[in-house]
């Protein structure tokens, strides 16, 4: 493959503004190297999402994780993956699933927050990665109902989302299909386009 550093300084964000060099750098890749992650590594992601901030610090999130040194764990996470996702997943040495508590510890009632605290737990988890030259890739795709009968999550919990973890791979291993979409240049909506003020849809003065 092109240079390692060439091709992740290419896949680098450009953004409007200043942001930090690590936000930058995350993206989701479809390649992965089939170097194991270190235990102490991969401690460290889930560390960060542990201090992920949450609604009434409920921390309404767990992560059921298979790594490919069992590969028997590995591939039952793998199976609930959608089939589109499998392919390129396979090579992943981590997968994680990412569950939802979806009532209030304190009190028993419904969290409406619960998906979008997981989702801030993901996201410092994923910048965690990123500080240790680990990539994840965020998957929506996987099929709900098996992965709770698979893992016996009980009522009350909902799968919020999947994860691949881990190196950096060669792209040029992907199928074609795969391949143009891990060359393609990263792209975001402009500021202009969810940024309002006043009135829904009027852009802030703020970017004028």
């Known amino acids: 493959m092109q240079n390692t550093n060439d091709f ?17 750098k995350r993206w989701s890749p ?15 992601v889930l560390e960060a999402a542990r201090w992920a901030a949450s609604s009434y610090n409920e921390q309404p999130w767990s992560f059921i994780v298979a790594t490919r040194d069992n590969q028997a764990e590995f591939n039952l996470l793998l199976s609930c993956l959608a089939e589109g996702n499998q392919p390129w997943a396979k090579n992943a040495p981590v997968l994680m699933l990412l569950v939802a508590k979806l009532h209030f510890e304190r009190n028993g009632r419904e969290n409406r927050h619960a998906f979008y605290d997981v989702g801030a737990a993901a996201a410092q988890l994923a910048l965690q990665a990123t500080a240790l030259g680990l990539f994840i890739h965020q998957m929506a795709g996987f099929d709900v109902p098996k992965a709770i009968s698979v893992y016996n999550i009980p009522q009350g919990y909902q ?15 992907l199928s074609e299909q795969y391949l143009q979409r891990e060359l393609s240049p990263r792209t975001r909506k402009p500021l202009e386009n969810f940024v309002f003020s006043g009135n829904w849809n009027q852009i802030s003065p703020l970017l004028k």
């Open 8 to 24: 992740v300084k290419n896949k680098s964000a450009t953004p409007q503004y200043p942001i930090e060099d690590l936000l930058s």
């Open 30 to 44: 479809l390649a992965f190297s089939e170097h194991l992650v270190e235990p102490e590594k991969l401690c460290s």
């Open 159 to 173: 799968p919020v989302a999947a994860i691949a973890l881990g190196y950096l791979g060669d792209p040029q291993t």
